[in-house]
């Protein structure tokens, strides 16, 4: 069995096995086996082989009535001539396959012989615990099921070069268990917050990814061509004007998950292409949402945490609520907010109209804005207001923002003709808000880069 360095200038090592493998790939060819089949579909996982089998005594080695199919990954292996025991890895966990040579017979354990770590198996036969109490199936028969002719990475839970591990996520995945867990509990996350809203009569929706027009944020875009209109489009780098749209329409309570695009530079927080929530609420409040984020974020925090304080690079953060409000103007600026809200969440309220062309304007103040952004762990995670329904209001801060892009505001929104006439058309009172998921993963799983809670991040050419 081989396997290959992980760094990236073991090229010499890497073609030697890839040679070899390769020829193992033919030597299975001239023997008759296809080495890349598609006819084994295995009756259990893993996970369920491996309960069934717990239940059985150690030590006897006695084989249950029971036959298990099962397929994965050779993770591990352990060779003794006429016989061997293999780790097979699946989507629900690792189990052990004792394969004998008088049991499968010549040709068949033969075969083994040019099998590799990272090759998938498919066995199948009955289970039974070793004299150490390790849950075992016995294979009576074993399958090729895809020659891997290029060596995974040295030691398990041992690919370590960062740039690799983005780069080859695949990789990294099979390599890192924990990597592997994180990502799982970052679907979990987005079904719980689809579990959260559509408890609460949220009606989920897909609206388009290409624009005519550039807005519902403030953000340089991406540009592209449809050639059969001969019409420039842009990659959204928000949903939210199409979702106001809806609530013209009637739809009261709505929300999306999905990618937004904004033509910006990479950091630890940012990726040119991320994942947002974003969700309107007819008859609802800045304060309003304020309460229910609170809901929100609490309830994933004891869901993957157990409680309401949670780890997050050294510091503790406290989300219990509620959470300090504080005032655009108290707060003293962003960066005073991410540093208020290293361990511990913070509302910034009542934003500068000038940066809200979206939002409603204060009633008893002309000049704010009824918006609020939320800080936790140094980041900003979540941005809302109420929304602005006023369509000559609108209108004129359309016309502000067509001024600032003459002026060279690459960032600037484009004149909406259409959303002003759906608000001419009439839209509820209303409050909308935008979440960042790769940002509330980040904090719920402790990482510190959004490269490490996005599957393929966007990187430099090699």
Request: aromatic fraction near 8%.
């Amino acid at each position: 069995m081989t396997t290959a360095d992980d760094e990236p200038g073991a090229t010499e090592s890497e073609d030697r096995l890839l040679r070899e493998r390769t020829a193992k790939v033919a030597e299975l060819r001239a023997r008759g086996v296809n080495p890349y089949p598609n006819d084994f579909s295995p009756a259990e996982t893993a996970a369920e082989a491996l309960a069934a089998i717990e239940a059985l005594p150690p030590g006897s080695e006695a084989t249950t009535d029971r036959r298990f199919r099962i397929a994965g990954r050779i993770v591990a292996v352990r060779s003794f001539g006429r016989a061997a025991f293999v780790k097979l890895r699946d989507r629900s966990g690792e189990l052990q396959v004792h394969l004998k040579r008088d049991v499968l017979g010549e040709e068949t354990f033969g075969l083994f012989s040019l099998c590799d770590a990272g090759d998938f198996l498919g066995v199948e036969g009955p289970g039974f615990r070793t004299r150490t109490g390790e849950p075992t199936v016995l294979a009576q028969g074993m399958r090729v099921l895809g020659k891997a002719v290029r060596p995974l990475p040295e030691k398990w839970h041992g690919l370590r070069d960062q740039e690799v591990r983005y780069r080859r996520r695949y990789l990294d995945l099979v390599a890192n268990a924990e990597v592997a867990r994180a990502f799982r509990l970052r679907s979990r996350i987005v079904r719980s917050i689809r579990a959260f809203l559509d408890a609460r009569d949220f009606l989920e929706v897909e609206t388009p990814i290409m624009h005519p027009v550039r807005g519902g944020a403030l953000a340089k875009p991406f540009v592209t061509q449809h050639n059969a209109l001969d019409l420039r489009l842009y990659l959204r780098i928000a949903p939210e004007l199409y979702l106001k749209r809806l609530v013209v329409g009637g739809f009261e309570r709505v929300y999306e998950i999905g990618r937004n695009f904004r033509n910006e530079g990479l950091s630890r927080r940012h990726n040119p292409e991320f994942t947002m929530l974003e969700f309107y609420q007819a008859y609802a409040t800045g304060a309003d949402l304020m309460t229910l984020t609170e809901e929100l974020l609490t309830g994933l925090a004891r869901e993957i945490h157990g409680g309401t304080t949670m780890p997050y690079q050294g510091k503790t953060i406290d989300l219990t609520p509620p959470w300090p409000r504080m005032t655009h103007d108290e707060i003293g600026g962003e960066e005073a907010a991410e540093q208020l809200s290293q361990s511990r969440p913070v509302f910034v309220h009542r934003w500068p109209v000038e940066s809200s062309p979206l939002a409603r304007r204060i009633d008893d103040d002309p000049r704010v804005a009824d918006r609020f952004e939320l800080f936790i762990g140094g980041m900003e995670v979540a941005n809302a207001f109420s929304e602005l329904n006023d369509p000559a209001d609108q209108r004129a801060r359309f016309a502000e923002q067509i001024e600032r892009a003459r002026g060279g505001d690459a960032e600037a929104m484009e004149y909406d003709e259409d959303y002003c006439r759906a608000l001419e058309h009439g839209m509820p009172p209303t409050a909308g808000e935008g979440i960042g998921i790769d940002r509330i993963v980040m904090l719920l799983l402790d990482q510190p880069s959004i490269r490490d809670v996005i599957l393929f991040p966007l990187l430099r050419p090699e």
